[in-house]
């Protein structure tokens, strides 16, 4: 089942990633990082702790694109992560 799940998650990344046209633009990753872990904790109602580099993490990506696979990425830590039994 937890494959099962990886796999959606990042089955989604992709094609997400190969429909939508790509905007490059410089930006911080760790900003992104933030956002989603920020959204995640707000919609599960939880806090949230992170530890990110000091130094900016820039990357010429598309900013919708880099977003969706963070929080698909974020996703499938958190699933990996929980006990299962």
Do not use: C, T
């Not at 937890?2 to 046209?21: F, G, R």
């Amino acid at each position: 089942q937890l494959v099962m799940q990886a796999n959606w998650i990042l089955q989604d990344a992709v094609n997400y990633m190969q429909a939508k046209p790509v905007a490059p633009q410089l930006i911080d990753l760790n900003e992104i990082i933030r956002q989603v872990s920020a959204d995640s904790a707000m919609a599960e109602q939880v806090a949230a702790k992170l530890q990110l580099a000091d130094e900016p993490a820039m990357a010429m990506v598309d900013p919708g694109q880099a977003y969706h696979l963070v929080r698909n990425l974020v996703l499938f830590f958190r699933l990996v992560a929980r006990p299962h039994n």
